[in-house]
């Protein structure tokens, strides 16, 4: 089955630090990648749209110049979160649609990264 | 704006019972919706798809419902197992265009008891 990798899993920095997490499909291109953030029993909340070749699309609040996204290839998209300050401690967690597929087809998950700011 | 809403309570059932959750959603007309499983810091992963022209869609143990008219997707699991218990979370997928983006629900916590 396809197969979406995010590393690391867990990283734990001081304030300040840029921490960048890799998405990437194993077994499948991926034109399209997306970048989520979930808080405690809370749902997903869609970060930004990554496009291969093109810049992310952003949704709504989601300072890009906090978020750098960089999808360089159809396997691998990149989160940066830069200066993190404690606030953005949170889990992240990337998907991807396989490229290759038509319609309505499900989006593919990583594990997630857990980030806490110290 | 869309809204959608699940138990946010956890539903706890005894083993070998049929579990019932339910996702319903305002200001949004799907075209079609989809089931993930949540295990604690893990990602979600997909369980079952159905669109807007179908009632009902089965997959083993699995059994999902789309209402349009109320508005509701039903998520049975049927002989339940304690290898069930996770987060169950429903989310709508987009008429047309948006890169397919979904909207999540916050999800329901399953514990099925032995």
């Known amino acids: 089955g396809a197969v979406v990798s995010q590393h690391p899993s867990r990283v734990i920095c001081k304030s300040g630090t840029s921490v960048k997490i890799e998405c990437r499909s194993l077994d499948f291109q991926a034109t399209t990648m997306f970048w989520y953030r979930q808080f405690p029993k809370q749902s997903l909340m869609l970060m930004a749209t990554?496009?291969?070749?093109?810049?992310?699309?952003?949704e709504q609040g989601v300072e890009k110049d906090k978020f750098l996204i960089n999808h360089a290839s159809l396997t691998l998209s990149t989160l940066t979160v830069t200066s993190a300050h404690p606030e953005d401690s949170s889990f992240y967690i990337c998907?991807?649609?396989?490229?290759?597929?038509?319609?309505?087809?499900?989006?593919?998950f990583g594990d997630g990264t857990r980030l806490s700011i110290l | 704006s869309q809204k959608i809403e699940q138990n946010s309570e956890a539903l706890n059932i005894q083993e070998g019972k049929t579990a019932t959750l339910t996702c319903n959603y305002t200001n949004y007309s799907p075209a079609y919706l989809q089931w993930y499983r949540q295990d604690p810091g893990r990602g979600p992963v997909f369980l079952l798809l159905?669109?807007?022209?179908?009632k009902e869609k089965r997959k083993e143990r699995l059994k999902v419902t789309f209402d349009t008219t109320l508005k509701q997707s039903l998520f049975h699991i049927t002989a339940s197992q304690p290898a069930d218990s996770a987060t169950y979370l429903c989310a709508l997928g987009p008429r047309s265009g948006g890169y397919n983006k979904l909207i999540f629900g916050a999800g329901t916590r399953l514990a099925v008891h032995p």
């Open positions: 159905i669109r807007e022209n179908e």
């Open positions: 990554s496009n291969e070749g093109s810049k992310a699309t952003y």
């Open positions: 998907s991807a649609r396989d490229s290759g597929t038509t319609g309505n087809q499900p989006q593919h």
